[in-house]
């Protein structure tokens, strides 16, 4: 009766503990949809034999194609976080009969899964760096697959064990690490043996022998522990982010070691926690990373207005935000009357590994085409794609650009590749906006370095463009010598401004920023604008706040911030604590 | 009488392969011809476009396709001078046997075969007008390689130099930028050239992490450092003379600016070049020509080795001296020069203007001697020295005994970069680098050349005709070989260890 009731309440413990476990890895899915969706956007698959070949020509390719192919079912975030889910459901299931898990030890399949979601949802910012193929399911599908294989040889004779270690080193091209895991797994499952002798052998060899049979044109770093991810660029490097995996094959090994040992009533619950604050400690989390994701896919469908809606409710935007916003504003006007009320000095990404991210990797490609530097942004396409690959999201914006300078077999190209996508099959790119068209029309070519400072470009660029006849450049012209802090910038795009929009009211910031210049850096022969007096009543006001706060001792960055809650939203305020771009 | 047996046995192979697949119509996949069908009125609009090309009686299969957003399926009916027919297709593209199209080939040779199309669309066929495809006498080299890259701009990852069978698709990897690099910041290889198509005496550059110059001498690989204190960098541009281990070389000091707005997107361009020459034997340097103010590039043998043609700059106008880049990229051009070569004393002679471009507003690069030293390739536009990112760039060829160019527009498309032109071992095909199918991604063309008169060029075939929409990889310095590289990238690799 007791050992009835005990086990009851070992079950109980053991289902809540799933429960809890399978709400929080749904929970954390949810939270992190758009990074799903950037995985799929920054992910390639190209359909084709040289895609193909290019990766079985690799050991673990195939599993990466596959991963690569599935990855793209994250264009509905929530159809690719259930797939996952239900790859991870099968690890538990076939891995508690491939391990012989019974009772509350069955929990223990939930540290692989941790291990696996972890990986998921640690990445960060290396989701634009890094150039993995089927990075997002190939290692939980090969996972998987060597679990069922693992299942397969347990549930056959110790006598044909040799053979399954056999198996085990044929498809080292497949599996990768996954089948020394596998070999490895099989040696520790049952008493040692001479096969098992002889599986250590195979274990051992095994990549060294597929490298010199087969992969001599590979990298040997590429074809040792094929498939276990290592993050490198020619940058950056982390080693903290191959955690997850080594932790993934650490439980591997543990469990048949000790699995049997691990029923009493507690191991789920403690398993569940474990896997919860593993997961918890390693995510990324940070609100801009989300929110720059967020704007990047509204703004890839020039959805302006959902920008603008992002971009108000993000108090401290990245600078790819705050590039990003402001284009929203060029399109649907208010930029000189809203950009300093939402601010324009942006924040640094945050990141643990101090990668070299930044607007560059995240959205040039966009924010060049959106202001009509279409060259720019195709070479700035090609450079991130030829570092991590032709995912949709540089197809995509390849084919706006080729659309934009007339190159239609080009478009023709890049379409046809997006069309194999099984949600692409009908894109096309979107017609060229009148504001890229004029942008596009209203600069003479002229030639550029090396130069990848996207932002230091576009500022630079437009405030020294004042003698231009396009309205639209105008405002950008004068909005960007106003970020550059410039009066001599300043007065020369002040005065084009001027004459381009003349029937239209003179804009808040430009009113600031007039003001402003007047008082402090006024040129000899001044053009006269008209100001309104509360505009000018509450310059002054600035200053008299400004004179009594700035007192001997007392840091800039000290005043910036006391005054930052009155006087954040004007130019006055960015022009004297605002982070220099430039 | 020994040919002629060779012929008749040929012909009789053909003929029983013909027979054998005409036997075995649904083995082989052969569809039949629409019953009936409208007149379309036109050529089909095929991919890759082989209508009336001439091509070598071994060239690998012309697969090709109709486009898929307008058939639903195609069939194509091939019929041979003796009468012989066959069908192919399926779905919208015709793809054939290798050995099935080399027995039509052997069938055709010298003479033309007709192909006729029909294409699906909505449940209806069409019948569009047929066209021939000449087969000439004359073969191709059986092997060509070339770099594969992105038309890339500064960033590089994945690179491989691949050599292709022509007669089938094979191709395999020469070497690749990864398997011996061991360096985050990668390796870049470029720069492939062979000795008289033979790929005993051969050579490629590594650059970057742990760089030099691989060179095989007599199948013996090392790697080695061409820069020396009096030269301005390590070889770049190289020549095998065609005789002697000897290697001509530009040595270059390059770099590559970008079009804010210009179609060409990108232009690449020396500060500085020179020419050297590379003894393999002794490992020794010496400076054919380094004239500090102008830039000397591209250097060529001619086929006997007696000269070495080259470009080189022409004085910029005085007012554009000093100047940076931006203001001069249009105005920098090329001629053409040459001078004499005595093998026993190794001396060059004087400079000779061999063509002047720059006087009709162009610029002349990567000249090729025909094998049979009558003629001259180049890649010509209107200026600078890298013509691949120039729309305006074609291929000219220039009889040496004549002052100007012949007409080559067969080889040339409008309006899209061709480049990088070399001559078959016979003679009779030239290949270029053209970005014509897109403007973006180049591909390799070949053109019959004969009597100095070129036919229509056709596309480097590929068993699946899709396979150049989904390389995203450009074909960069394409070369004739008539054997394969034997050594493995495992053994090249073994030199930069």
Known sequence: ?582 | MTNMLGLKTKMLAAALVFGALLLLPSCAGHPDVPSSSKDAGCLPAIFPDYCDVTVPCNIAPLNFMLPADQFDACVARFSTPDGRQQTYGKGVKVQMPVSEWHAILDASKGKSLKVEVWGQKENEWLSFAPFEIHVADEPIDEYLSYRLIEPSYIVYDYMEIAQRDLTSFEETQIFNNKVSCDDPKGQCINCHSYQNYKTDNMLFHARVTRGGTVIVSDGKVSKVNLKRDNTISAGVYPAWHPTAKLIAFSTNLTHQVFHTAHPNKVEVFDTASDLILYDVATDSVSIISNDSTLLEVFPTWSPDGRYLYYCKSVPLPEELRGEDISATWSKVQYNLYRRSFELTSRTFGEEELVYDAASADKSVTLPRVSPDGRYILFAEGQHGCFHIWHHDADIACLPLAQDSVIDLSCLNSEGFAESYPTWSINGHWIMCASRRIDGNYSRVFISYFNNGKARKAFLLPQEDPEHNTFRLKSYNRPEFMVEPVGISVDQFSKVFQ
């Open chain 1, 1 to 582: 009766m007791e050992m009835i009731q005990r086990n009851k309440a070992t079950a109980i413990f053991l289902y809540v503990s799933l429960l809890a476990f399978i709400s929080f890895v749904i929970y954390l899915l949810y939270i992190n949809q758009e990074v799903l969706y950037t995985a799929h956007d920054r992910s390639e698959f190209i359909v084709g034999a040289p895609f193909f070949h290019t990766l079985v020509s690799k050991p673990f390719g195939l599993m990466q194609y596959a991963g690569a192919w599935l990855t793209q079912l994250f264009y509905h975030p929530a159809l690719g976080a259930c797939l996952l889910v239900a790859i991870w459901a099968l690890i538990f299931l076939v891995g508690a009969k491939a391990f012989r898990l019974q009772g509350a030890a069955t929990a223990l399949m939930l540290l692989p899964i941790a291990c696996l979601l972890t990986s998921i949802v640690d990445l960060g910012y290396w989701i634009y760096i890094f150039s993995i193929r089927g990075y997002w399911f190939s290692q939980s599908v090969g996972y998987l697959a060597m679990l069922l294989l693992l299942w397969a040889a347990r549930c056959t004779p110790r006598r044909w064990h040799l053979a399954w270690y056999l198996l085990g080193f044929c498809i080292y091209p497949v599996l990768g690490w996954f089948a020394l895991l596998f070999m490895l797994c099989l040696m520790l499952c049952d008493r040692p043996s001479w096969r098992e002798l002889l599986g250590v052998v195979l274990l051992l060899f095994t990549a060294s022998i597929w490298r010199t049979l087969v992969y001599s044109n590979q990298n040997p770093d590429d074809v040792m522990l094929a498939g276990l991810p290592r993050f490198i660029t020619p940058i950056d490097s982390s080693s903290y982010l191959s955690i997850p995996f080594w932790a993934l094959a650490a439980f591997t090994v543990f469990i048949p070691l000790c699995g049997r040992y691990l029923s009493r009533w507690f191991v789920p619950v403690l398993c569940a926690a474990a896997g919860i604050i593993y997961t918890c400690s390693f995510q990324f989390s940070d609100r801009n990373y989300t929110d720059e994701m967020r704007m990047m896919r509204l703004a890839s469908d020039d959805n302006w207005q959902e920008v603008l809606r992002v971009a108000a409710e993000n108090p401290n935007p990245s600078h790819s935000m705050v590039m990003l916003r402001n284009i929203a504003l060029m399109n649907e006007g208010g930029l000189l009357e809203r950009s300093f009320q939402l601010g324009n000095s942006g924040t640094d990404i945050h990141n643990p590994d101090s990668l070299h991210v930044s607007l560059l990797n995240i959205a040039s490609p966009l924010v060049y085409y959106n202001y009509g530097k279409v060259n720019l942004a195709i070479r700035l396409s090609f450079e991130n794609a030829v570092a991590t690959g032709f995912s949709p999201f540089y197809l995509k914006i390849l084919a706006r650009c080729a659309r934009a300078t007339g190159e239609e077999k080009v478009v023709e190209r890049y379409t046809t590749l997006l069309h194999h996508h099984p949600f692409y099959a009908h894109w096309q790119p979107a017609p060229i906006s009148g504001k890229v068209s004029e942008l596009q029309n209203a600069f003479a070519d002229d030639i550029n370095g090396v130069d990848n400072n996207c932002e230091g470009y576009i500022i630079y660029n437009f405030s020294h463009t004042s003698g231009t006849d396009s309205r639209t450049v105008s405002e950008q012209a004068l909005f960007y010598s106003m970020i550059r802090r410039d009066s001599r910038c300043f007065w020369a795009s002040i005065r084009n401004y001027v004459k381009l929009h003349p029937d239209e009211a003179f804009p808040l910031h430009a009113q600031e920023a007039y003001i402003m210049y007047m008082d402090k850096a006024p040129e000899e022969k001044r053009i006269m604008l008209p100001v309104e007096q509360q505009v000018y009543d509450r310059y002054k006001k600035f200053w008299e706040t400004l004179e009594k706060q700035a007192k001997p001792g007392v840091k800039l960055e000290k005043i910036g911030e006391d005054m930052r809650r009155e006087w954040g939203g004007t130019y006055w305020w960015y022009n004297i604590f605002g982070r220099k771009l430039l």
